[in-house]
């Protein structure tokens, strides 16, 4: 590892996207009371920017930028002081990012500060967290030159949640296990989603539980990754794909937030392909046939009151280096 102090004036930001899920079929709770899945994960074009410098104590800041940060959407979180705002100490998912790549190399006494610039919902189903673990692993593997293998990234994002190898990884993968196995799929498509942020966040957990009581978990199959969704993806085909959406997450999440029904209504007359419950939600996605069209669903969405809806193309990159400040070498 290099020298690393206080005063080392190097910076790196690192960029991760969020994600959607294409299809995400749950089984039965395993004894761990993880859930095992079949996913279809996409990187979509909406992104958190994690800055790391070297500092003597680990810390976390965030600013919420793009529609978060609009005063004329309804989604500040900071104004709002809305339940579901990120954890800025010891708890935080990059901090905790931090400590576990450090115990993997077997180092102590260095910490970072770290900010992260915040386009992600927070608590929308959209792996914002994850993405952040993700983007602190890559920032500070470079930061202090630990050149640590991306097998071990892997693995390690898989000990900090079930998203976070995703996150890594980007473009369009499918995910196994409690969807920490991921592996890249096929996709021809230049894809245009509408992304409908929600002002209140959903608690995932409360999501799975929600589905096991509304499920015969006795009945449930193991859940397998659809051929006709992979094949739609193989062809580029927007209209197969359309027709293939799933997220056995969506009932469950209505049952908790009847009132996202109206999104989903609205979604419709605003003219989108389909419309699908992002993870486990809040937030909502709506299936567009080209850029063109993402926009004119993007403005009625607008019109329609839904003033956090942006459209975004997908698949993008998982996390990679944007900047690196400061003294080289
Ligand atoms: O892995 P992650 O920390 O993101 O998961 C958050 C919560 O979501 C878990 O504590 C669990 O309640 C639920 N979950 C699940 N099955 C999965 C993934 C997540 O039950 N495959």
């Known amino acids: 590892m290099s020298e690393a102090t206080t005063h080392d004036a190097r910076r790196v930001t ?35 920017d994690v800055t ?3 500092w003597d104590e680990w810390s976390v ?61 927070v608590a929308g189903g959209m792996a914002g967290g994850s993405a952040d673990a993700a983007a602190t692993l890559v920032a500070l593997d470079r930061l202090w030159d630990l050149d640590t293998p991306d097998d071990d990234l892997l693995a390690l994002a898989a000990t900090l949640g079930s998203d976070v190898p995703f996150s890594l990884l980007g473009g369009t993968a499918g995910g196994t296990g409690r969807g920490e196995l991921v592996e890249p799929l096929a996709d021809a498509g230049s894809w245009w989603w509408v992304v409908v942020g929600n002002d209140t966040g959903l608690s995932t957990p409360e999501v799975y539980r929600t589905f096991d009581e509304m499920s015969d978990v006795t009945s449930l199959s193991e ?37 996202l029904q109206a999104t ?30 993402a926009r004119s669903v993007t403005a009625a969405m607008h019109e329609a009151g839904h003033g956090r809806a942006v459209a975004v193309p997908a698949p993008v990159s998982g996390v990679h280096v944007v900047s690196y400040d400061g003294p080289v070498g």
């Open 61 to 121: 800041q965030v600013r919420y930028e793009g529609l978060l940060a609009d005063p004329s959407a309804t989604g500040r979180p900071a104004d709002r002081g809305v339940e579901h705002t990120v954890p800025l100490g010891e708890d935080n998912i990059a901090v905790r990012a931090g400590r576990a790549l450090l115990a993997h190399h077997g180092i102590v006494d260095v910490a970072a500060a770290i900010t992260i610039h915040k386009s992600i919902p």
């Open 264 to 293: 989903f209504d609205d979604g419709y007359d605003a003219g989108a392909l389909e419309c699908l419950l992002s993870g486990s939600g809040p937030s909502v996605l709506l299936l567009c046939a080209d850029a063109d069209h």
């Open 223 to 259: 859940p397998e990754l659809p051929p006709e969704l992979l094949d739609a993806l193989a062809r580029g085909d927007v209209h197969a794909l359309a027709e293939h959406l799933a997220n056995d997450l969506q009932d469950p999440a209505l049952a908790l937030r009847p009132d």
């Open 14 to 48: 690192v960029r991760a996207p969020a994600k959607i899920n294409l299809h995400l079929g749950v089984g039965a709770p395993r004894p761990d009371g993880f859930h095992p899945l079949a996913t279809v994960y996409q990187a979509v074009g909406l992104y958190d």
């Open 52 to 54: 790391v410098s070297t």
